[in-house]
């Protein structure tokens, strides 16, 4: 049985290991000032696990997340006032779900970083069935650059699945303006497929729903 939190406040907290499992563990309305998870090295081993843990109706500060594994990992619900970036993070059954503000998902950002950890996880993803699902997630702002868009449990209606060689074929120009900047990033992602979501929290939700729409209508995104 998972160890339980209810409206507590955790204080601003840095942890930076080689290796290390967080497990059994849920949050329900409570508050993190931040903080910082990450590898003390960059480790192919992936060997920071958070695993088995929910959030439910929280709110966090500032965080910095690097090179996490996280298995069975499900957030409903999350007040952020600055964006989340998970970077060279691998995912496997983690489920985000109801309102969120801006998400990001992207590969280490130093080469030699990528070097080590993107053929890593290549081989992770190898073994796992999904990695996200977030068919009912509400974003302010949504970026997955990292993560398989085949491993990606999506709402077919908001969510749009774009494959790599489709978006390095695509005449930019001809696209709306919304998307190519998004199409350029898609042709140029580690994975093959990646998602393209429509933010429902944001005022350009709109706009970005019919560019996408209007990629599928082209063969570019389905």
């Not at 993190?32 to 843990?53: C, I, S």
């Not at 996200?132 to 449990?153: C, N, Q, R, Y």
């Not at 919304?178 to 992602?189: N, S, W």
């Amino acid at each position: 049985m998972a160890q339980k939190y209810v409206k507590e406040k955790f204080e601003y907290c840095k942890i930076i290991e080689p290796s290390a499992t967080f497990a059994g563990l849920a949050f329900e309305q409570c508050t993190f000032a931040g903080g910082a998870l990450m590898q003390e090295q960059d480790d192919p081993a992936y060997g920071l696990l958070v695993r088995d843990v929910s959030l439910q109706k929280c709110k966090v500060g500032n965080v910095v997340l690097y090179g996490i594994r996280c298995d069975g990992v499900t957030v409903d619900t999350l007040g952020h006032s600055k964006p989340i970036e998970f970077e060279a993070c691998v995912f496997e059954h983690v489920v985000l779900r109801g309102n969120l503000g801006a998400v990001r998902f992207s590969p280490a950002i130093d080469d030699e970083s990528r070097k080590v950890l993107a053929p890593a996880a290549v081989k992770l993803y190898e073994e796992i069935d999904w990695a996200l699902d977030i068919t009912e997630a509400k974003f302010s702002g949504i970026e997955m650059w990292d993560v398989p868009g085949h491993l990606v449990k999506r709402d077919p209606e908001t969510q749009f699945l774009v494959r790599r060689d489709a978006a390095a074929a695509a005449n930019i120009d001809a696209l709306p303006f919304y998307a190519q900047i998004l199409i350029e990033r898609a042709a140029e992602a580690p994975y093959e497929t990646s998602v393209l979501a429509a933010p429902a929290r944001s005022k350009d939700f709109e706009e970005a729903l019919d560019a996408f729409r209007k990629l599928r209508d082209l063969g570019i995104a389905e």
